[in-house]
């Protein structure tokens, strides 16, 4: 543990507001995904929580919105609290190694693919979560590696809880990490005094009274948020190795191979200075190990799973890889992986605005860029819209909301609507018209099966969605005259 140099911190912060730049011009000029626009449309209404996830992110974007409208400008919060996040880890990697492991864990971090596009300034729930645990892990790191006096004690004690609360209340994936520290505790024979202190019970004390909301919510919810998360990872009956294995290479890919190979680096380092007594690395590993080893394995018994899932695991090994790394020169891959990071994302905002790569290939092929398609096109198309819209997945609400605008109601005629359902009652809209809003070849199937809930049906109107002149997806829209009554809920629900 070192004192910070005016010259080291002075380069953080240069660092910092580089990325920060970079990942601004990335971001305004990349249109929003599904799940943000998702994110965007289900926060319009303020709730303790939502049906997919604690209700800290969706807070932050419900007041983006309404700073920046419903577009890519309101990822712009989520980039400056991402400076934020890099700056406590450079803190935290200064804190517990020395200022180089924290300029290394910083930029490593930084010219990672995942945590420069998605967790450092996507509308997701990444980004609070992020900057939460890490605040958790700086102010655990002082109090468990510093002598402290009483106060000291207690308040980096209650300022870690309080992280901790706000990390639940992005993502409940975060117990995971407080599972981390008391295996930890449990592992470090001179950290398990702390089991006799009153400060670490005060502390999980005030992160769950922070975490109150979400609880509340679901409790006036049947419980329906947890229950759809946790049903994700529920064992499936089937058994296989491939799927770990692929969700592993899909976890490397969002890495990079080289920052993977640093985690590898960081890990040994870690085990070798154990052996000496030193645990401040096996902290950090005792943080990651839970997220990365349970949502890397889930594969082995349910659901493939999804790489993003174990993302806040890695987090704690970039401090640790900058120990590992301190003493060599790392200039010029530092400076490669930075133009590596630059290159790819140019491409992908050239390949998600043009479609670069079907033209040139002169076939199509799945493109996972066309979720950045936004449907501008659609609100002219309608013109004087109907009194409310409907539309058949979750993430149709999300796009067809955003071009629309909040002043349009929105629903989703399926059984899987997840927080689009919280949103309005339908019972409300009995006796009144609606836009049928449906990719062209499932129309006829979504009209017979509309058909118990509106008396007629006008001739369909099409709306092409273009990009790079071709025609990428195109849209039916039909107004449906009187809906007879309610749609049927699919959850439980309480909306006061």
Request: hydrophobic share 55%.
């Amino acid at each position: 543990m070192t004192a910070e140099t005016p010259r080291a911190g002075q380069t953080g912060l240069v660092l910092l507001a580089g990325f920060a730049f970079a990942r601004l011009v990335f971001d305004t000029t990349l249109g929003l995904g599904r799940d943000e626009a998702y994110t965007l449309v289900v926060s319009r209404r303020l709730a303790l929580s939502y049906f997919d996830h604690p209700p800290l992110h969706q807070w932050l974007a419900h007041y983006s919105a309404l700073a920046f409208g419903e577009t890519v400008f309101a990822r712009t919060p989520f980039v400056v609290l991402f400076a934020l996040t890099g700056w406590l880890v450079y803190m935290l990697g200064r804190e517990l190694f020395s200022e180089r492991a924290g300029l290394v864990a910083l930029v490593a971090l930084n010219v990672s693919p995942f945590f420069f596009a998605s967790a450092g300034g996507w509308i997701v729930p990444d980004g609070p979560l992020l900057a939460a645990l890490v605040a958790a892990a700086l102010a655990l790191a002082r109090v468990l590696f510093r002598e402290t006096t009483p106060r000291e004690t207690w308040a980096l004690w209650i300022a870690a809880g309080a992280a901790f609360g706000l990390a639940g209340l992005s993502k409940y994936s975060a117990v995971l990490s407080g599972l981390g520290l008391f295996a930890f505790l449990i592992a470090s024979p001179r950290h398990r005094r702390w089991f006799a202190h009153p400060a670490p019970y005060v502390a999980a004390l005030l992160a769950l009274a922070l975490f109150a909301p979400a609880l509340i919510w679901n409790a006036d919810n049947d419980w329906v948020s947890l229950r759809f998360q946790s049903a994700r990872g529920s064992p499936s009956g089937k058994f296989g190795f491939g799927p770990v294995l692929g969700n592993l290479l899909a976890q490397i890919a969002y890495l990079t191979p080289w920052v993977f190979a640093g985690f590898a680096a960081g890990v040994l380092w870690a085990q070798r200075a154990w052996r000496r007594g030193d645990d401040r690395g096996m902290f950090l590993v005792c943080l990651a190990s839970p997220p990365i080893l349970l949502f890397t394995l889930t594969p082995l018994w349910g659901p493939h799973g999804l790489p993003h899932w174990s993302m806040p695991g890695w987090f704690f090994l970039y401090p640790l890889l900058g120990a590992a790394l301190a003493e060599r020169n790392l200039r010029r891959s530092g400076a490669a992986s930075a133009a590596f990071i630059v290159v790819v994302f140019a491409l992908l905002v050239v390949q998600a605005d043009f479609g670069v790569a079907q033209q040139l290939a002169g076939r199509d092929f799945s493109d996972p860029t066309l979720e950045a398609l936004d449907w501008r096109e659609l609100k002219a198309a309608i013109g004087a819209p109907a009194d409310f819209v409907v539309v058949t997945k979750w993430w149709e609400a999300g796009k067809a909301g955003v071009a629309l605008g909040p002043e349009t109601p929105i629903f989703v005629f399926s059984d899987d609507p997840r927080g689009v359902a919280f949103l309005d009652d339908s019972a409300r809209f009995v006796g009144r018209d609606a836009d049928l809003v449906v990719e062209r070849d499932k129309l006829a199937a979504t009209q017979d099966a509309l058909r118990p809930y509106f008396q007629t049906f006008e001739a369909p109107r099409f709306v092409a969605l273009r990009r790079g002149g071709r025609v990428e997806v195109e849209l039916a829209v039909v107004r449906a005259r009187n809906l007879t009554h309610a749609f049927a809920a699919p959850y439980r629900q309480r909306r006061s």
